[in-house]
């Protein structure tokens, strides 16, 4: 994603679902990664700040994101009641 490379997170970038999910299972095990990519956010956020075309990609990434993702509807036999 741009906004990732602009703010110099290279590393955080996944070719494939694959590459995507060895980078998930290694930012969760590796606690000293994750500390650093914690601490380097808040000082290279403002890097992407002023790129429009940066906020308006991770937007529509975000809103492709929760229309292609569908929550399961509650049955009758959940306990919840219309």
Do not use: H, N, W
Not at 22 to 38: F, H, P, S, W, Y
Not at 43 to 69: H, M, N, W
């Amino acid at each position: 994603m741009r906004f990732l490379k602009m703010m110099g997170f290279d590393e955080l970038i996944a070719d494939d679902l694959e590459a995507y999910i060895e980078l998930a299972v290694k930012i969760g095990q590796d606690q000293a990664m994750r500390e650093r990519i914690r601490a380097e956010i808040p000082k290279r956020l403002p890097r992407v700040y002023g790129d429009l075309e940066c906020i308006l990609a991770l937007e529509q990434f975000l809103r492709q994101a929760v229309t292609s993702y569908q929550l399961p509807m509650p049955s009758s036999s959940d306990g919840m009641s219309s």
